[in-house]
């Protein structure tokens, strides 16, 4: 197997592979324009910035596997490494920690001046006046949008720091998650209104859906209070700029910006934001997973992505299709011969049955397996079905389960 690493990764993760016997290739000079001319001999792509495009993806002629050593998969056209039967997959939680501390780090910066200062001080300026005014983080409102691991390790230290955590109720929050957020102290509001009212400093923490998109609009910010603070180290396309730069422009906002439309295809160039640019933005370039720790612990988990594949195994794959579309599911237990489960599947294309997803696992001793199979277009009756099903030799048990 052949894996090309078009940005930089920690190079122990490379000499990893390279002693299991995987040809790894680095050039983290390569641009979104630049991989479909290098991409062809290889199976893996491993990327973190960098684009991946159809065009990349359609001249992959080897190509099985895209890892994105981060969280956000954005940048890489998921629906076309679909349609042409790649894998997508990223290494999620692993920076959560890095971005936190970014983000304690721009609203310490923003509240007390740190950057302007800095660039007065640079400039031979001396205004403590000016720099020295500070409302103090102590106290203050801290509303979270979006809380996964990254917004429960932003609340974890904004609760240290003596700062009062909200969020917006969702029922997407697992159990131990909202264990974990009654424990720390965080408050649920009723809707996304009453925390913009409520907090003195927004924080977003989003994955880019489609729903987030251009979330921070005039009305958004608008029902923000006219002094507080936005954060955004999660991603550019959450914020519509120019309603952003209008809101800086006729109130006392600030804004701490880690994310921003536009931003350069590569990890160094020419750049201009207005928003970058503009007085009351304290900003960093994409800089919240560019820690050591991050970087070794997504090393790390780019490493067992790729380890996990080449054992047949799919990791934290992102264009699966999570809700397939399915009448029953079908669960076999068979003796562990390919024989038997190719005769099961000749029955269903037999009957003109079609499937999804399907799981198979091996016992203890290695006679017996167990087979899951999503299943549709069953045109006679379940129990009928299933018997079709344990007439075949090799099947112990068979059951159908309507979904």
Same mark, same amino acid.
């Given at each position: 197997m052949r894996v090309l690493f078009a940005d930089n990764l920690? %190079?122990?993760?490379?000499e990893h592979l390279r002693a299991r016997g995987i040809a790894c290739d680095v050039m983290p000079w390569l641009t979104a324009d630049d991989l479909p001319e290098h991409?062809?001999?290889?199976?893996v792509l491993v990327v973190r910035s960098t684009g991946v495009n159809a065009t990349t993806l359609e001249a992959g002629s080897k190509l099985d596997l895209v890892v994105r050593a981060g969280a956000g998969t954005n940048t890489i056209d998921c629906v076309r490494a679909a349609q042409l039967g790649i894998v997508v997959s990223n290494v999620p939680a692993r920076n959560a920690m890095a971005v936190a501390e970014l983000t304690l780090g721009l609203m310490f910066a923003v509240d007390r001046n740190i950057a302007n200062a800095t660039a007065d001080a640079r400039s031979g300026i001396w205004n403590k006046k000016a720099h020295g005014r500070s409302r103090g983080l102590y106290g203050a409102t801290l509303g979270i949008l979006g809380m996964g691991s990254i917004g429960l390790e932003v609340?974890?230290?904004a609760i240290a720091s003596g700062l009062d955590v909200i969020t917006t109720a969702t029922p997407a929050h697992p159990p131990a998650t909202l264990q974990f957020m009654k424990e720390l102290g965080i408050r649920c509001t009723s809707d996304l209104c009453s925390l913009l009212g409520a907090s003195d400093i927004v924080s977003l923490h989003v994955p880019a859906w489609p729903t987030t998109v251009d979330m921070v609009d005039s009305y958004f910010l608008a029902s923000m209070k006219t002094d507080a603070i936005l954060i955004n180290t999660s991603r550019g396309s959450a914020v519509v700029e120019a309603d952003l730069i209008a809101a800086l422009d006729s109130t006392e906002m600030r804004a701490g910006i880690d994310v921003c439309n536009d931003e350069p295809n590569s990890s160094s160039g020419e750049f201009?934001? %207005?928003l970058a640019r503009h007085p009351k933005v304290t900003f960093t370039h994409h800089i919240g997973a560019s820690t050591?720790?991050?970087?070794?612990? *997504?090393?790390?988990g780019t490493i067992e992505v790729i380890e996990k594949y080449c054992r047949g195994m799919l990791t934290n794959c992102v264009n699966l299709e999570l809700s397939p579309v399915r009448a029953a599911v079908l669960s076999i237990t068979c003796q562990d011969q390919v024989r038997v489960l190719a005769l099961v599947l000749q029955e269903l294309n037999n009957r003109s049955i079609d499937i999804g997803n399907m799981n198979s696992q091996v016992l203890a001793g290695g006679k017996t397996s167990i087979t899951h199979i999503?299943?549709?277009? *069953?045109? *006679?009756?379940?129990d009928e079905f299933t018997n079709s099903i344990l007439a075949i030799p090799g099947v112990l048990q068979a059951k159908t389960q309507k979904v």
């Open positions: 920690s %190079e122990f993760a490379i991409i062809s001999d290889y199976e609340a974890k230290r201009y934001s %207005e050591h720790q991050a970087q070794t612990a *997504i090393a790390k999503d299943v549709t277009g *069953i045109t *006679i009756s379940h």
